[in-house]
């Protein structure tokens, strides 16, 4: 039997994309792209309206141990990239996987295989430097802090800083993707925010700041100033929402503010 070409519209969760995949399979119907809440296309296919499930995402969640660790890795960390048509392209991915086994999960020669990997590596390896460059403020007993990632690192990077501070109220926006993480005293949500502003900082803060940059130049090696090679270990993307790199007083001689 043939399958259907159709175009499915969904809440663009991750557990909607999986209740997506149970009824392609359920409806024997091939999604040829996937339109989210935001997404203001036409389509030229049938469409399908999805309602996310819980109980038929989990069905599915379960059927990924027969791609093994590794497939289920690139479908879960696939799905918060920045890959064009990233749905239909892990659709795919999961219809060979499932048909093949998990050696085909492992084929890098495979295309499909080769620019999910690739796009997975690059969305991991952003999570990972925004171990190291994300910046908190405090705000009336809050550490605030935002990012401008690519790719929806948020649930890369929960675990890391609620370890790292499980006694801590704070709170990381994704201005690209508009949703924060909360997290206070052992409990944590990311939720959607379409807008997050940090108010201005008070004295402490500022002064906080202030030792920061103090430190941030006192350390530099003026001998040994190399922009091109600053931009390699801390790609210049990253500097808007970092402490050291926002301008204030006029602070005379600090060159990588005029970068």
């Known amino acids: 039997m043939d399958w259907t070409q159709a175009a499915y519209r969904y809440d663009g969760s991750f557990s909607g994309f999986l209740t997506c995949v149970f009824y392609s399979y359920a409806e024997r119907e091939e999604p040829m792209t996937f339109i989210g809440p935001e997404d203001g296309r036409l389509s030229l296919w049938p469409e399908r309206e999805v309602e996310a499930s819980r109980e038929l995402a989990l069905r599915v969640y379960r059927a ?10 690139i479908v879960v960390h696939g799905f918060l990239t920045c890959l064009e048509e990233k749905e239909v392209q892990l659709w795919r991915y999961l219809r060979l996987g499932f048909a093949q086994g998990r050696g ?16 997975v590596y690059h969305a991991e390896h952003e999570a990972h430097m925004y171990k190291g460059f994300v910046r908190f403020s405090e705000q009336e007993g809050l550490l605030l802090a935002e990012i401008e990632p690519k790719n929806r690192v948020l649930p890369l990077l929960r675990v890391h800083f609620c370890q790292r501070f499980p006694q801590e109220c704070f709170a990381i926006y994704d201005r690209t993707h ?12 990311i939720v959607p925010l379409e807008d997050f502003r940090l108010a201005a900082p008070g004295q402490t803060e500022r002064e906080y700041r202030q030792l920061w940059r103090k430190f941030y130049d006192t350390i530099a090696i003026q001998e040994r100033y190399n922009p091109k090679c600053r931009m390699t270990h801390m790609p210049k993307r990253y500097w808007g929402t970092m402490t050291e790199f926002q301008t204030g007083p ?5 060159k990588e503010l005029q970068a």
Do not use: I, M, T
């Open 104 to 119: 085909f999960c492992r084929n890098l020669a495979h295309p499909l295989v080769a620019a999910l990997d690739k796009a």
């Open 178 to 189: 508009r949703e924060a993480l909360f997290h206070q005293r052992g409990q944590w949500a």
């Open 250 to 254: 006029a602070e005379p001689g600090r």
């Open 64 to 73: 990924l141990s027969r791609l093994g660790p590794e497939g289920r890795r």
